[in-house]
Every structure is written in structure tokens, then in C-alpha cells.
């Protein structure tokens, strides 16, 4: 276990960190599986109302550094696909 005064807090930043990027993460893969769900079904219009919303959520989790730049543009990039495909 940790001796010091700083590394006590580290421990502490990073429980606190780590809980506040694992409720971000949930989100972020709630939204996902909305988009789907709503491609799946053929609504178009459930399905840019789920992609908007998704685009925000990634949006600030990439913004706020709990999912790198990259992968979230990976992950608008393939929903705005799926969106464009129905028909």
C-alpha cells in the first residue's frame, strides 16, 4: 500500500477518474446499440434521432479524452453509415 501523501491521492484521482470514465464508456455503447437497434428496425427517422444523439455523447467522451479521436470518428463514421444505408 501506498506511503506517501502524494501517492495516497493518486489513488484516490484515479478512483475517482476511473468511475467517472466508466459511466461515460456505458453511454457510449447504450447510444451505439440505439443506433443499431434503430437501423435494424428500418426507421429512418428513430435512426438519425439515435445518431444525432450518439454524435453528441462520442463527440464530448473524445472531447473530455476517455475515447481517443481516432476511434471515435471510427465510431460516427460506421453509424452514419449504417443510418445511410436504410432505404
Given at each position: 500500500?501506498?506511503?506517501?501523501?502524494?501517492?495516497?491521492?493518486?489513488?484516490?484521482?484515479?478512483i475517482?477518474?476511473?468511475?467517472?470514465?466508466?459511466?461515460?464508456?456505458?453511454?457510449?455503447?447504450?447510444?451505439?446499440?440505439?443506433?443499431?437497434?434503430?437501423?435494424?428496425?428500418?426507421?429512418?427517422?428513430?435512426?438519425?434521432?439515435?445518431?444525432?444523439?450518439?454524435?453528441?455523447?462520442?463527440?464530448?467522451?473524445?472531447?473530455?479524452?476517455?475515447?481517443?479521436?481516432n476511434?471515435?470518428?471510427?465510431?460516427?463514421?460506421?453509424?452514419?453509415?449504417?443510418?445511410?444505408?436504410?432505404?
Open positions: 500500500m501506498a506511503h506517501t501523501q502524494s501517492a495516497k491521492k493518486r489513488i484516490r484521482q484515479t475517482a477518474r476511473t468511475a467517472v470514465n466508466r459511466a461515460i464508456m456505458s453511454r457510449v455503447r447504450t447510444f451505439r446499440k440505439k443506433v443499431a437497434v434503430a437501423v435494424e428496425s428500418k426507421d429512418k427517422e428513430a435512426a438519425v434521432a439515435a445518431y444525432n444523439t450518439f454524435a453528441s455523447v462520442i463527440d464530448k467522451a473524445a472531447k473530455r479524452g476517455t475515447v481517443p479521436a476511434r471515435a470518428a471510427n465510431y460516427k463514421s460506421k453509424a452514419a453509415k449504417a443510418v445511410a444505408s436504410i432505404a
